[in-house]
């Protein structure tokens, strides 16, 4: 768990850090929905999770610590983290607007199939050119051709995860309230 604590940290802005709560559970505040949609599809991809995520305010004076923290946002994790339990892509989302995080549930769920699903060698792909390299630098990078790299990312379905994320985004952001 302290490997994926710290790999969360490096990898998204939190208004309140990461931390254990109880038993083999671990929640933050993230600062902006693109970045929730970040780490639950960095948790599906390492597997083993259910991930709860809660859409909602939270009191303030924010407290220095995640644990000590309260309010909707709170109370609705706790609430999804039950519920992705219970799920086939182990993972759910409540939110203030009932409607709004059952439709970012499906998005997310979707996104979550398909990270599950992708071969080591798309990810392979997917890692060089989302890092900025060309499709040809990529190939060169694997001594592959340029079509293989094309093939990987058609394959892994690296489009469709691009287009579905601001949507997930936005509904995180509409369930909130």
């Not at 995080?101 to 979707?110: C, F, I, R």
């Amino acid at each position: 768990m302290a490997a994926t604590l710290r790999r969360l940290a490096d990898a998204v802005e939190t208004v309140l850090p990461f931390e254990r709560t109880t038993g083999d559970e671990f929640q933050g505040l993230i600062a902006k929905p693109d970045g929730v949609v970040d780490v639950v599809l960095q948790l599906v991809r390492e597997g083993g999770w259910s991930i709860g995520v809660g859409a909602g305010p939270v009191l303030t004076p924010l407290p220095s610590s995640t644990r000590a923290a309260t309010g909707t946002a709170f109370f609705c994790a706790r609430q999804a983290v039950e519920a992705a339990k219970h799920r086939p892509a182990r993972l759910a989302v409540r939110g203030r607007v009932p409607s709004e995080a059952a439709d970012a549930q499906a998005v997310l769920s979707a996104l979550a199939v398909l990270v599950e699903r992708r071969s080591p060698q798309a990810w392979e792909a997917i890692a060089l050119v989302s890092g900025g390299a060309t499709q040809a630098q990529a190939a060169a990078r694997l001594g592959i051709s340029r079509q293989a790299i094309g093939q990987r990312l058609a394959r892994g379905l690296w489009e469709l995860e691009r287009e579905l994320r601001p949507p997930a985004a936005r509904l995180l952001a509409r369930a909130a309230g």
